[in-house]
């Protein structure tokens, strides 16, 4: 359901700003392995012009939408009991070195959007577990998430092995 509901909000991004969003965080994570993670909400990236110099025109053509800001520090807004938190894509390589051009983009249901593989993934996790907030809140969960990851790597990096 929480796919879906991504796919309706990259849509609007994309028809009213030309935004192609980044699928982040456990919903990204249970994307691009197909297992249910517990995904509580939708985190997705967009580039930062729209979370600084045009914040303001994002936050009204989703409060048009029926989408209610409930956090903006955190830009997060709620929508249907869902909530979506916004953050800046061009952070990424600053916080996890991953560099924009490496980010794989695809189109699924008319809607194209960016997704992380395994590898960078892991790169976004390790880099969580030492930053602040997330040390103090989302810890345990991150680095259950990084052991999660390894063992697909390894999983798929076997598999590779025999292919060949």
Not at 20 to 40: F, M, N
Request: hydrophobic share 35%; glycine share 6%.
């Amino acid at each position: 359901m929480k796919k879906a509901l991504f796919f309706e909000n990259a849509g609007l991004l994309a028809e009213r700003f030309d935004i192609i969003p980044l699928l982040y965080g456990s919903l990204g994570l249970e994307y691009i392995t197909g297992e249910k993670l517990g995904a509580d909400d939708i985190d997705i990236l967009i580039p930062e012009t729209f979370i600084k110099e045009r914040w303001n025109e994002l936050k009204d053509a989703l409060e048009e939408e029926g989408y209610a800001l409930i956090d903006e520090h955190e830009h997060t807004f709620q929508k249907d009991d869902v909530h979506y938190s916004y953050a800046s894509l061009e952070e990424l390589e600053d916080f996890a070195g991953i560099k924009l051009p490496e980010i794989k983009q695809q189109t699924e249901e008319g809607v194209t959007f960016r997704i992380l593989s395994l590898e960078q993934y892991l790169k976004v996790y390790s880099s969580s577990v030492k930053d602040g907030y997330r040390i103090n809140v989302r810890c345990k969960k991150d680095k259950e998430k990084i052991a999660f990851i390894k063992k697909r790597l390894k999983v798929d990096i076997g598999l590779k092995g025999v292919e060949k």
